[in-house]
């Protein structure tokens, strides 16, 4: 019951649509000002005040002062999980243009982190072509490699033993709020995160959740898996 009550809570706090706004603004994982996140929201000074004040004793934010000026990110990867997963849910919106500020940043939705794998559209890309190339095949939720599939990711460099030895899943599907469809998540992706990022074919974005796709990237993945991006 006591778990109930947290959900109604929390959910009572995302239900609004000024506080959604100024959460969905800080999803990238960037701390911005009060005033950013007011005009975000389309309420006063005042108003934002109160909502973020709300977030912050909820521990849904963090705030960090800088002489006179106050920044709020989100707490932490767990709240963005949440938000994505409810953005992955909702039902998708009509087709229209959306103002720059209002819109998910085309860097953003290309490619980013899902806590340790990677999302968005490339990471869709990727697992789309795991698939057609038969080297990940869906059994149920999980994903499971063929004989292609591990000599393919054994040649990338990915230790598949200490992958199924992690406590967790091996291969999953994790929806994608942005695409809404499946990205490769699990110990499998992690590793495929990992190792794209040690290769410098992936580069992380300044304090976001944004990684940028570099041109040896873009090369090594159409070499290694045929994935022309």
């Not at 019951?1 to 947290?6: C, Q, R, V």
């Not at 959460?23 to 996140?37: K, N």
């Not at 932490?76 to 997963?85: G, I, K, M, R, Y």
């Not at 940043?105 to 698939?131: I, N």
Request: some cysteine; aromatic content about 6%.
């Amino acid at each position: 019951m006591e778990s109930a009550l947290n959900i109604a809570s929390v959910a009572a706090l995302l239900g609004d649509p000024a506080r959604a706004a100024m959460l969905w603004l800080l999803i990238d994982g960037r701390a911005r000002p009060a005033g950013e996140l007011a005009f975000a929201a389309n309420v006063s000074a005042q108003s934002a005040s109160g909502h973020l004040s709300k977030l912050v004793e909820a521990h849904l934010l963090q705030v960090e002062t800088q002489g006179r000026h106050r920044y709020y990110r989100l707490a932490d990867h767990t709240v963005a999980v949440a938000l994505e997963s409810l953005a992955a849910i909702s039902p998708r919106p009509a087709a229209r243009a959306l103002p720059a500020s209002k819109g998910t940043p085309p860097a953003m939705r290309f490619a980013r982190t899902c806590y340790d794998h990677l999302a968005g559209e490339l990471a869709v890309a990727l697992l789309d072509r795991f698939e057609k190339q038969g080297l990940l095949r869906c059994e149920g939720k999980q994903w499971e490699l063929s004989a292609e599939g591990e000599s393919a990711f054994r040649r990338f460099g990915i230790d598949i033993e200490s992958a199924r030895r992690a406590q967790r899943r091996f291969a999953c599907g994790c929806l994608d709020w942005s695409e809404r469809q499946f990205h490769l998540g699990g110990a499998l992706g992690a590793a495929l995160l990992s190792h794209m990022l040690e290769r410098r074919w992936l580069m992380r974005a300044h304090q976001t959740r944004v990684v940028q796709l570099t041109p040896q990237g873009r090369r090594g993945l159409k070499d290694a898996f045929g994935c022309d991006v």
